[in-house]
C-alpha cells in the first residue's frame, strides 16, 4: 500500500492536487517556446516542461479544497501583484522598489500568504515539517508576525536576469545551514526576486526585517542559481 501524504494547510485531508511551482497564471504568460522552459530540483536533475499541465511543475502537497477554495483569494492577489509589476516594468526596475500594495483591491497579507504558500509547499515535498503557526496563517489566520519570526522575506532585482523580462522563472537550490539550522531559497519571476530564509530557531546574527505592506526596496543581487547570500 502506498503512504498517503496529508495536505500541509489542512493537516487532514489527503494530499491530492498540485501545487505550481510559480502560479499557473504566471506560466500561461511565459511568451517562450515550453520545450525551451528548464529548471531542475535541488539535487541536480534537471527538467525540460512541456506544458502548464506538467506534472514536474507541481508539488503533490495539498487537497483540493485547501489548494482551490481556500487558497484563491492569495492566488488572485499574487497574479495581481505580478501583473502590475509586469505592466511597470521599467519604472520598477529604474527606481529599484516594488509596492506591496500593487496587489490591487487585495488584501497585502494575502500576497504574503501566497509568497508563503509556494515556499513551504516546496520545503514539505522536500520533507521538512510546516509548522503549525505557517499552515493555520496560510489558511487564512492572521496572525502573520509569528511568521514573519520564522521566515524572512526579501525582494530582490537580479540584475543579471534584467534583458531576459519578467516572465522567464527560475530558482536557486534550497541550502541547509547549521547550525542552528535554516533554510535559504530563491524563486525568480523573471528579474524579480524572492528571497527566503526560514529559521525554526532564532537566528540573531542574520538581519531580520518585519515584513512591509508598502513600498519595499529591491536589493540587488547577481543571481547564479546556486548559493544565494543570507546574510544581505
Not at 496529508?6 to 504566471?26: F, N
Request: hydrophobic letters at 40%; aromatic letters at 12%; glycine letters at 6%.
Amino acid at each position: 500500500m502506498s503512504e498517503v501524504h496529508l495536505c500541509w494547510m489542512c493537516r487532514t485531508t489527503e494530499a491530492t492536487t498540485g501545487e505550481h511551482k510559480w502560479p499557473a497564471s504566471y506560466f500561461r504568460r511565459i511568451p517562450e517556446a515550453w520545450n525551451e522552459l528548464v529548471h531542475g530540483t535541488w539535487d541536480g536533475e534537471v527538467f525540460h516542461t512541456q506544458g502548464v499541465g506538467s506534472q514536474n511543475l507541481k508539488n503533490f502537497v495539498l487537497c483540493a479544497n485547501c489548494n482551490n477554495a481556500v487558497s484563491r483569494d492569495q492566488d488572485r492577489a499574487l497574479d495581481a501583484f505580478l501583473v502590475t509589476l509586469a505592466e511597470h516594468h521599467a519604472e520598477v526596475v529604474a527606481q529599484e522598489y516594488v509596492d506591496v500594495s500593487h496587489a490591487a483591491e487585495h488584501d497585502p497579507l494575502d500576497l504574503y500568504r501566497a509568497l508563503i504558500k509556494l515556499e513551504f509547499s516546496r520545503l514539505y515535498a522536500d520533507g521538512v515539517a510546516v509548522p503549525d503557526t505557517v499552515a493555520n496563517f496560510v489558511s487564512g489566520g492572521d496572525d502573520w508576525r509569528s511568521v514573519n519570526a520564522l521566515v524572512r522575506i526579501q525582494f530582490r532585482l537580479c540584475l543579471n536576469l534584467i534583458e531576459n523580462g519578467f516572465a522567464y522563472p527560475s530558482e536557486s537550490d534550497g541550502h541547509f545551514y547549521e547550525p542552528p539550522y535554516f533554510i535559504a531559497h530563491q524563486i525568480n519571476f523573471g528579474w524579480l526576486g524572492v528571497h527566503y530564509v526560514y529559521a525554526p530557531q532564532e537566528r540573531p546574527d542574520l538581519p531580520w526585517w518585519e515584513w512591509s505592506m508598502g513600498r519595499v526596496p529591491l536589493t540587488p543581487c547577481v543571481f547564479e542559481g546556486a548559493t544565494v547570500d543570507p546574510s544581505l
